[in-house]
């Protein structure tokens, strides 16, 4: 918790007729990442972009392309997403049949890894898997939709997260995603988060002021 906090905006929120401007905005606001949603209509009941609108949007910014992956099975779409410039590979548990063979699959092709888990999914999911991983999700809402409420129940769960990787002293950064605001976002730090995700709050709060928003968010 002495790391930096670490703002990512979700774009998911962003206006989908103009993104490549929306990252520029972002970027000149002060954002630190930004969170790509990819959903496939099956892990998720809801469908948003892919790999060949990424590849697109990575010239526009030099920022850490931070892409959650809600697809199942993710294996076979890991190449296209670290080919079209993802820094970060996110995905979740369930989406796999081999955790550690998609951890190996991310890092072949150079890129950070990290591993979600949605509200109900318990730490025992990913914990033999801590000391190979750059990154937790723990999402706040069930995963789908931006725009939700923030589910406190899941604090619990990340501040136990916070405390195994203090204690096994590994570099592995946690990240909160899902109706974060600026009520729970101390909140959210003081549990143990160094990242936090945010679309609705960035895209929408004060007249939709980038800048001010993730200030509020980083320094709230
Ligand atoms: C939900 C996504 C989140 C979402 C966050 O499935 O993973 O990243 O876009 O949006 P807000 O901040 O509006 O909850
Ligand atoms: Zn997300």
Same mark, same amino acid.
């Given at each position: 918790?002495?790391?930096?906090?670490? *703002?990512?905006? &979700?774009?998911?929120?962003?206006?989908?007729?103009?993104? %490549?401007?929306?990252?520029?905005?972002?970027?000149?606001?002060? /954002?630190?990442?930004?969170?790509?949603?990819?959903?496939?209509?099956?892990?998720?009941?809801?469908?948003?972009?892919?790999?060949?609108? *990424?590849?697109?949007?990575? =010239?526009?910014?030099?920022?850490?392309?931070?892409?959650?992956?809600?697809? /199942?099975?993710?294996? =076979? @779409? *890991?190449?296209? @997403?670290?080919?079209?410039?993802?820094?970060?590979?996110?995905?979740? =548990?369930?989406?796999?049949?081999?955790?550690?063979?998609?951890?190996?699959?991310?890092?072949?092709?150079?890129?950070?890894? %990290?591993?979600?888990?949605?509200?109900?999914?318990?730490?025992? $999911? *990913?914990?033999?898997? $801590?000391?190979?991983?750059?990154?937790?999700?723990?999402?706040?809402?069930? =995963?789908?939709? %931006?725009?939700?409420? #923030?589910?406190?129940?899941?604090?619990?769960?990340?501040?136990?997260?916070?405390?195994?990787?203090?204690?096994?002293?590994?570099?592995?950064?946690?990240?909160?995603?899902?109706?974060?605001? #600026?009520?729970?976002?101390?909140? /959210?730090?003081?549990?143990? /988060?160094?990242?936090?995700?945010? %679309? &609705?709050?960035?895209?929408?709060?004060?007249?939709?002021? $980038?800048?001010?928003?993730?200030? $509020?968010?980083?320094?709230?």
């Amino acid at each position: 918790m002495s790391a930096p906090i670490k *703002i990512s905006p &979700s774009i998911l929120s962003a206006d989908f007729s103009k993104l %490549g401007e929306e990252i520029i905005s972002l970027e000149k606001a002060g /954002a630190d990442y930004i969170h790509i949603d990819v959903m496939d209509g099956h892990f998720v009941p809801n469908i948003t972009i892919g790999p060949e609108v *990424i590849k697109r949007l990575r =010239p526009v910014t030099k920022l850490t392309f931070d892409v959650h992956l809600m697809i /199942a099975p993710v294996d =076979p @779409f *890991i190449k296209d @997403f670290a080919e079209a410039g993802a820094d970060i590979i996110t995905f979740h =548990p369930e989406a796999t049949e081999d955790i550690s063979k998609t951890i190996k699959l991310i890092r072949s092709h150079g890129k950070k890894v %990290g591993v979600s888990l949605k509200p109900l999914s318990p730490i025992s $999911l *990913i914990e033999n898997y $801590l000391n190979e991983i750059d990154l937790i999700l723990i999402m706040s809402v069930n =995963p789908g939709f %931006g725009g939700q409420k #923030f589910m406190p129940e899941v604090l619990d769960k990340m501040k136990s997260l916070r405390e195994i990787v203090e204690q096994k002293k590994l570099k592995v950064d946690i990240e909160i995603d899902g109706g974060i605001n #600026f009520d729970n976002s101390k909140k /959210a730090k003081d549990f143990g /988060a160094n990242i936090l995700v945010s %679309g &609705s709050t960035v895209f929408k709060e004060n007249g939709g002021n $980038l800048q001010k928003n993730i200030q $509020l968010l980083r320094t709230n």
